[in-house]
């Protein structure tokens, strides 16, 4: 299985190498995360240049789309080729957004009536697409996900290996990476997050 992690320019680390770095942890169950960018190289809201690892058609191959986050968000949905490029599939991929990336995912059409959640900054543009912003860090319908707040990234991460490979290998990678001594309540934590983001009512 294999996942598109959409990385702009002006892109936030956290949110794209968080949820990659983690899901990647589980390349041993046949599951991998992918840099996948619009241009060979690009540079993140802090100055970091990084080369993607598969370009933007390969979105149309992965199992599992997530669009990450960042400072040219307004300007990617603002143009409608780099959209084009975008051919996300909700009724046979796993479709997640990191922060402004509900605002993409706005911007295609996919969210219908479903409320997202996204950072404070990003809130007011979503809102003014007529979109729903929640106060929680993590929702969830059906094969869309949203998450909201840079650290809020291991959340999309858990939704995704739970929903691919199953809970127990995220209970496994988030144990791996959870700060010494705070184990059992970063696991927990997580979990809890994907839980209530599912159960959330419009």
């Known amino acids: ?6 990385t702009f320019d002006g892109f936030n680390e956290l949110d794209s190498f968080i949820a990659a770095a983690l899901i990647n942890r589980c390349r ?3 599951l991998e995360a992918y ?11 802090n100055g970091v240049e990084v080369t993607g690892q598969r370009p933007m058609e390969f979105i149309e191959d992965a199992d599992v789309v997530l669009i990450g986050s960042g400072v040219k968000a307004r300007e990617v ?3 409608d080729r780099l959209l084009a490029r975008l051919r996300l599939d909700p009724s046979r991929q796993l479709v997640g957004a990191q922060c402004s990336g509900a605002l993409v995912l706005a911007g295609l059409g996919l969210l219908g009536g479903m409320p ?15 979109v729903t912003v929640l106060d929680a860090p993590f929702h969830s319908e059906g094969n869309i996900a949203t998450a909201g707040g840079c650290l809020a ?46 159960l959330v009512q419009r």
């Open 77 to 79: 949905v603002a143009d």
């Open 153 to 198: 990234s291991q959340y999309l991460a858990t939704w995704v290996i739970t929903r691919t490979i199953g809970e127990d290998a995220a209970r496994g990678v988030l144990d791996y990476v959870a700060p010494v001594g705070e184990n059992r309540e970063t696991v927990e934590r997580a979990l809890h997050a994907v839980r209530a983001g599912e």
């Open 1 to 6: 299985m294999q996942v598109a992690v959409v």
């Open 35 to 45: 840099i996948t960018t619009p241009t060979p190289v690009v540079t993140s809201m």
């Open 28 to 30: 041993g169950e046949g």
């Open 116 to 130: 997202v959640s996204t950072d404070v900054k990003t809130r007011p543009f979503v809102e003014a697409r007529g």
